[in-house]
């Protein structure tokens, strides 16, 4: 990996206006799972959960011009923000390696219509996409159809296993968020459903995959943990009120953890989680 590969992808995406450096951190972080990964150039990969494209774009330079990477979303294009994945996508797909991308919105994997030929793809990713299922359910059943679709799955995550004190507020951020999603009929939080490693590796086994290759990769410094605990102290009480069916005990222990986070973020150097990542077949 080089500054100037990092600086490549970075122009493909659209740039952020309040800091242009966060684009240049979320690409470094993406260059390493892809490396650990291990995909080749020339490769077919279907991206699962693909968003705004911060691993697409990784995927697409790395794959070169003879590879082709296939990204699907549920979500619809005016999703996300400051910018939407709509726009991110279209800025992507009008860059130096755009051509190299197709990307399907408002595609369920699940759908009965959504299907590939046996073998289709050298390489399937799922890259920080799977705390935005609905269920554990989902994630096996996800991972159980889209099998006969490739040949290897490369899959990453947050890793809940917190190593240092300075990711304890991040960790205790999605953990609130994942209490209450447990209450809702429907979401459009980040925070849906929470895998821990453990979780994630039996759901794999289940669905029929093989673990050949894991690491953990320090991902601490990137934005996404005080992004979460901003967004999980600003949007508590309505998320709570909206909700309103939630036992009065169970908001109590939301509160409580609240102040605990509230404590947590005046620390020093709060940073993110690390990532859990893995190579299957």
């Known amino acids: 990996m080089s500054t100037r590969m990092i ?11 309040y800091d242009p450096s966060i684009q240049s951190v979320q690409t470094e972080h ?8 291990d995909i080749k150039s020339g490769s077919k990969v279907l991206e699962i959960g693909c968003g705004q494209g911060d691993t697409t774009a990784v995927l697409a330079y790395i794959v070169g011009d003879e590879g082709v990477v296939h990204g699907i979303d549920i979500a619809s294009p005016d999703y996300g923000s400051p910018v939407t994945v709509g726009d991110s996508i279209d800025f992507l797909k009008n860059s130096s390696i755009g051509s190299r991308i197709k990307v399907n919105f408002e595609t369920d994997v699940l759908s009965a219509e959504m299907d590939f030929p046996d073998k289709s793809f050298d390489y399937i990713v799922l890259s920080h996409c799977s705390w935005y299922l609905k269920s554990p ?56 459903t929470l895998f821990t490693p453990k979780d994630i590796q039996n759901i794999v086994e289940s669905a029929g995959w093989q673990v050949v290759a894991e690491k953990t990769i320090d ?53 993110s989680m690390s990532t859990y990542t893995f190579l299957a077949k």
């Not at 490549?8 to 740039?15: F, H, N, S, T």
């Not at 290897?152 to 190593?163: G, I, N, Q």
């Not at 605990?260 to 940073?271: P, T």
Request: one cysteine or more; proline letters at 3%.
């Open 137 to 192: 359910k989902e994630l096996h059943d996800i991972l159980k159809k889209i099998k006969k679709w490739g040949h290897l799955l490369c899959f990453a995550e947050w890793d809940t296993r917190v190593r240092t004190n300075e990711q304890l507020p991040h960790f205790l951020s999605v953990l609130i968020q994942a209490q209450y999603e447990c209450f809702k009929e429907s979401s459009l939080s980040n925070v849906r």
């Open 7 to 17: 600086a490549e992808i970075v122009k493909c995406m659209p740039p952020n206006e």
């Open 30 to 37: 993406r260059l390493k799972l892809v490396e650990f990964w």
């Open 219 to 271: 991902s601490s410094q990137l934005q996404d943990g005080k992004w979460e605990i901003e967004n999980t102290l600003a949007s508590y009480k309505e998320e709570l009120q909206s909700t309103n069916h939630l036992p009065h005990k169970f908001q109590a222990l939301i509160q409580s953890e609240i102040y605990l986070l509230e404590a947590a973020r005046n620390q020093d150097n709060v940073k």
